[in-house]
């Protein structure tokens, strides 16, 4: 893939969500609700999410659980647990 390749997020009825992205890149996937950046994988490397992960809205909790394919519950305990790293994304 030469160029980022963007798409809406697809909630559980099969709809495109507006303002809810995965953008696919070279170097991995990236999801981005409205303007700021919540989770990314870069192939080979612990998935990232944003410092702000706990204060996010509920609508932005459901679509990062649809991203990460987990439960909201889950994604506390990894980052607990250090399987996922925490990180300003939108520094």
Do not use: W
Not at 18 to 36: A, D, L, R
Not at 57 to 67: A, C, E, G, M, V
């Amino acid at each position: 893939m030469k160029y980022p390749f963007v798409e809406c997020i697809v909630n559980e009825r099969g709809n495109a969500v507006k303002n809810q992205f995965i953008i696919q890149y070279n170097e991995g996937v990236t999801f981005q609700s409205y303007h700021t950046i919540i989770a990314c994988f870069r192939i080979g490397n612990t998935p990232v999410i944003d410092i702000s992960y706990r204060s996010l809205s509920q609508t932005t909790k459901r679509y990062l659980k649809i991203f990460l394919s987990e439960s909201y519950k889950e994604t506390c305990r990894k980052v607990e647990e250090g399987e996922y790293i925490l990180d300003n994304l939108n520094a």
